[in-house]
């Protein structure tokens, strides 16, 4: 499968709003938590049922219900029924290569993700999709498997503490997000302190054979980054432009906050792009000056033996009247003058800096 763009063989020939998984299933069976407070209480549970959270969202609380799992196209169509959420929409969050979008109803906000980590067996980033359907007073969230992401804000709604539990369901989605801004920084923290140790090996004396191989792969990871967090600067204007009423004016400060997260984290990929360029160019120039040495070698030596082929070639012809064909000590004559030669040459060469 490609690793850019999710194989859309399943959905082809399909009617728009079709809910069909595009992708790999990251768990087995689907998973819901869900979490009711206020500022003076909260209440955690483990649905079975979708209807069961129904109850908690007619009163005057916060909700945050958590599903694990797209693979599960019959749940994913109950919640677009239970929610009034449109099937195209539906559709875009069972995608698990969908460009991360916005986009808005009346009634909810939905937002489409992707949460990385860059697995160090590996050394590649993985991309697990993340939707936000977002509501005056709850908030859903959709990933494709579970993980620890959003445990420290679970606990802060446990406890209290913060203004998570003092806030709506708009916070609460700022809270979220501020944390996948944060993930995005670490990850390109930890790919660019190895791009920047590349950059010592380009200079060494003896570089790795496979050098070139190491600069690609994380160019490739370079760009894996830039597809998925570049389009998050446009979600976030529109969040901070929205005039919709699902974001809260004394809120707007915090998105503003998570606004320069994204922009510290593009211009950062942008840097490290830059900086592969610049080592794959340079890469290529000390190859290339190796080359030319190797080939300044060679001219040189060439340029010993011109000489003295043809003095051998003089000196080996056939013809019968040689001048010194006779001469005692025409054998030694014959290498002093190769050596002579040779040693001009040397000299000649030293003289022109050549070597």
Known sequence: MARFLNDRQKATGEIPGSLIHLGTQRI???????????PEKQIELELENLEDCLPYLAENTVSWLNIY???????????GELFEIHSLLLEDMLNTGQRPKIAETEKLMVVIMKVLNYD????????DQISFILDEN???????????????????????????RRKGADYL?????????????????KLGSLIEKTEARI????????????????????N??????????????HLIENESGFIADDNLKYFHDLDDLIEQASETIEIYQAMLNDQMNIYHANMGSKANEIMKVLTIFSAFFIPLTFVAG?????????????????YLYFWLLMVAITLGLVIYFKKRKWF
């Open 28 to 38: 087995e069976k689907t998973r819901m938590r869900f979490i009711d407070f206020t």
């Open 69 to 79: 799992g797209l693979h599960d196209a019959g749940l994913v169509q109950k919640l």
């Open 120 to 127: 160090e067996n590996t050394n590649k980033l993985q991309a």
């Open 138 to 164: 709850y908030l859903i969230t959709l990933q494709e498997k579970e993980g620890a992401h959003f445990e420290a804000i679970r606990e802060r709604i446990r406890k209290g503490t913060g203004r998570v």
């Open 173 to 189: 989605a700022y809270v979220l997000l501020d944390t996948i801004a944060d993930n995005y920084l670490i990850n390109i923290e």
């Open 203 to 222: 200079f060494a004396d003896k570089q790795p054979k496979n050098l070139m191989q190491v600069i690609y792969k994380y160019k490739t990871e370079i």
């Open 224 to 237: 894996f980054l830039r597809k998925n967090v570049r389009p998050v600067k446009e979600i976030v204007h």
């Open 314 to 330: 003089v000196y080996g012809t056939n013809f019968e009247y040689l001048p010194e064909i006779k001469l005692k000590f025409g």
